[in-house]
């Protein structure tokens, strides 16, 4: 049934919203002041950072005396023989940042085994002394991977010891043997390191042991991939919240999605949730980090090619984070920090400025009848916001969402749909959804739920999107700045109640 549900709305989409002006009903112009932008030029705030040493690649946070420190791969695309040097930006609640520039960076020889850096993860020892594990890499080398090793006293300046270089034993990859992560626990008296590589083929998690931060005892397999796939588990992370210990890892093929695992013990065995994901395609590399009373995890949202909208995703790009929320059966869900809410609480009038007939608007919600193509378009917006609404009234079966940049016949050529057809939330990055495939796409059925809650903070060319405090759906979209955005639906009843939009 639903199948042909979905080929129902899909001829809908193909005869109102493909660049047929004549089936498109007409938006009406609504009377407005003249400013272009949506609200009054006040101060921007950073909510995806990046950094003056280049875009936010692979995160790796540490929490440490009321702060988080955010080690990053710089994606400096400078064309130099070395690359990716790890990069540090501080924060006390991911609202305002301190960007503490380069911290460890890659070799000077191209003969040396870190003339790049890849991933790792930074622990205070027992020793009083901060410890970095971070991935050498070296294409001219067989074994191009090797776990390397650095000490600090203060975070930001490192001495590296190559001697304690740990290379893959011969049961693993030799050319996949990367992303350290180091924990302690009480109950082996021991560290532990999380190495993701491949056993036989097939992406796993390796558990190295030690005492000492220098010499390592490989443990076996930790964790082999339970997905039906042979993908790498890339950049995993493992702690304990609230009674659970989480694991979480990026499946480097087909999805490139970051999943997380629950166990009641930190070596298993691992549950997967119902919902094992956060977020969609858009948010890579997720890392878990904790300050005991709120879990995080931090990734990144990739620029495009040619920094273009229509193009496919590059690697690197702005730092993104969840607040996880955990739920009474320990299930994890991304909710929008209240912290970022509490900054952004300058709320703008927002009215429609061009709106379809069949629609209506009523003090701050949008109703659409069911027509065709329906749409209110709103004025631009520059700069960093939350726009929030809850949908209600919608057609269980139909299609709605929002759309940005919208072109002459009123069709946004970025949209945000709630495909409740083929129970998803789909994002394209072109006006003819017939012709494309969607670039990201989460499983998300409406069919139960009787209203949608959304917020969605709109910033330095990134959008993510919060749903009933259970997905988040984060996109690149450079011309959601400066460019009309505004709500549709095809087909569907939908009222999209109380929008508003803070700065």
Same mark, same amino acid.
């Given at each position: 049934?639903?199948?042909?549900?979905?080929?129902? %709305?899909?001829?809908?989409?193909?005869?109102? /919203? *493909?660049?047929?002006?004549?089936?498109?009903?007409?938006?009406?112009?609504?009377?407005?002041?003249?400013?272009?932008? *949506?609200?009054?030029?006040?101060?921007?705030?950073?909510? !995806?950072?990046?950094?003056?040493?280049?875009?936010?690649?692979?995160?790796?946070?540490? #929490?440490?005396?009321?702060?988080?420190?955010? !080690?990053?791969?710089?994606?400096?695309?400078?064309?130099?023989?070395?690359?990716?040097?790890?990069?540090?930006?501080?924060?006390?609640?991911?609202?305002?940042?301190?960007?503490? @520039?380069?911290?460890?960076?890659?070799?000077?020889?191209?003969?040396?085994?870190?003339?790049?850096?890849?991933?790792?993860?930074?622990?205070?020892?027992?020793?009083?002394? #901060?410890?970095?594990?971070?991935?050498?890499?070296?294409?001219?080398?067989?074994?191009?991977?090797?776990?390397?090793?650095? %000490?600090?006293?203060?975070?930001?300046?490192?001495?590296?010891?190559?001697?304690?270089?740990?290379?893959?034993?011969?049961?693993?990859?030799?050319?996949?043997?990367?992303?350290?992560?180091?924990?302690?626990?009480?109950?082996?008296?021991?560290?532990? $390191?999380?190495?993701?590589?491949?056993?036989?083929?097939?992406?796993?998690?390796?558990?190295?042991?030690?005492?000492?931060?220098?010499?390592?005892?490989?443990?076996?397999?930790? &964790?082999?991939?339970? +997905?039906?796939?042979?993908?790498?588990?890339? /950049?995993?992370?493992?702690?304990?919240?609230? @009674?659970?210990?989480?694991?979480?890892? =990026?499946?480097?093929?087909?999805?490139?999605?970051?999943?997380?695992?629950?166990?009641?013990?930190?070596?298993?065995?691992?549950?997967?949730?119902?919902?094992?994901?956060?977020?969609?395609?858009?948010?890579?590399?997720?890392?878990?980090?904790?300050?005991?009373?709120?879990?995080?995890?931090?990734?990144?949202?990739?620029?495009?090619?040619?920094?273009?909208?229509?193009?496919?995703?590059?690697?690197?790009?702005?730092?993104?984070?969840?607040?996880?929320?955990?739920?009474?059966?320990?299930? *994890?869900?991304?909710?929008?920090?209240?912290?970022?809410?509490?900054?952004?609480?300058?709320?703008?009038?927002?009215?429609?400025?061009?709106?379809?007939?069949?629609?209506?608007?009523?003090?701050?919600?949008?109703?659409?009848? @069911?027509?065709?193509?329906?749409?209110?378009?709103?004025?631009?917006?520059?700069?960093?916001?939350?726009?929030?609404?809850?949908?209600?009234?919608?057609?269980?079966?139909?299609? &709605?969402? !929002?759309?940005?940049?919208?072109?002459?016949?009123?069709? @946004?050529?970025?949209?945000?749909?709630?495909?409740?057809?083929? =129970?998803?939330?789909?994002?394209?990055?072109?006006?003819?959804? +017939?012709?494309?495939?969607?670039?990201?796409?989460?499983?998300?059925?409406?069919?139960?739920?009787?209203?949608?809650?959304?917020?969605?903070?709109?910033?330095?060319?990134?959008? /993510? $999107?919060?749903?009933?405090?259970?997905?988040?759906?984060?996109?690149? +979209?450079?011309?959601?700045?400066?460019?009309?955005?505004?709500? !549709? =639906?095809?087909?569907?009843?939908?009222?999209?109640?109380?929008?508003?939009?803070?700065?």
């Amino acid at each position: 049934m639903k199948k042909i549900k979905a080929l129902i %709305v899909a001829g809908v989409v193909a005869t109102c /919203c *493909l660049g047929c002006a004549n089936e498109v009903p007409e938006a009406e112009n609504v009377e407005v002041p003249d400013e272009r932008y *949506l609200g009054e030029s006040i101060e921007d705030h950073v909510l !995806f950072p990046s950094s003056s040493e280049g875009l936010i690649g692979d995160t790796m946070p540490f #929490y440490d005396d009321g702060t988080f420190n955010i !080690f990053f791969l710089a994606d400096q695309r400078d064309g130099k023989q070395g690359y990716h040097p790890w990069g540090l930006m501080q924060t006390k609640d991911f609202t305002t940042y301190e960007d503490c @520039g380069i911290v460890i960076n890659y070799a000077d020889d191209v003969e040396d085994q870190d003339i790049a850096l890849g991933t790792g993860s930074v622990i205070k020892g027992n020793d009083g002394k #901060y410890h970095a594990f971070y991935t050498g890499h070296n294409d001219m080398f067989e074994p191009k991977e090797a776990v390397m090793h650095a %000490v600090s006293s203060d975070l930001k300046n490192w001495e590296k010891i190559p001697e304690d270089t740990l290379y893959a034993g011969d049961v693993y990859s030799q050319n996949d043997f990367r992303d350290p992560y180091v924990f302690y626990t009480d109950s082996e008296n021991c560290y532990s $390191m999380l190495v993701a590589t491949r056993k036989d083929n097939m992406g796993v998690i390796a558990r190295y042991t030690s005492t000492d931060l220098k010499n390592w005892e490989d443990a076996g397999v930790f &964790f082999e991939n339970d +997905m039906g796939t042979d993908s790498n588990l890339e /950049c995993p992370t493992l702690l304990e919240y609230q @009674g659970k210990w989480y694991l979480s890892f =990026s499946d480097q093929w087909p999805h490139r999605l970051v999943h997380y695992r629950i166990s009641d013990r930190f070596d298993g065995p691992f549950e997967i949730p119902d919902r094992d994901i956060f977020d969609c395609n858009g948010f890579y590399a997720g890392r878990m980090e904790t300050d005991g009373e709120n879990l995080y995890i931090v990734g990144w949202n990739g620029t495009k090619k040619s920094h273009t909208d229509s193009e496919e995703y590059d690697w690197g790009g702005n730092m993104v984070t969840h607040l996880l929320k955990k739920h009474e059966d320990g299930s *994890l869900a991304p909710v929008l920090n209240p912290e970022i809410e509490a900054l952004l609480s300058n709320e703008i009038k927002a009215e429609p400025v061009k709106m379809s007939q069949s629609a209506s608007f009523d003090d701050g919600s949008i109703s659409f009848s @069911g027509e065709k193509y329906e749409m209110a378009g709103f004025k631009e917006l520059s700069g960093s916001y939350i726009v929030s609404t809850t949908v209600k009234d919608f057609d269980k079966e139909g299609m &709605f969402g !929002f759309c940005f940049n919208t072109n002459e016949e009123n069709v @946004g050529r970025l949209n945000i749909i709630f495909n409740a057809a083929n =129970s998803r939330i789909e994002f394209y990055n072109g006006s003819n959804i +017939m012709e494309r495939s969607a670039q990201s796409y989460v499983d998300y059925d409406i069919a139960d739920k009787d209203e949608l809650n959304i917020s969605m903070m709109i910033a330095d060319g990134v959008v /993510c $999107m919060y749903v009933n405090d259970e997905i988040a759906f984060t996109t690149r +979209m450079y011309l959601s700045q400066a460019s009309d955005w505004g709500v !549709f =639906s095809i087909g569907s009843k939908a009222c999209f109640e109380h929008i508003r939009v803070c700065k």
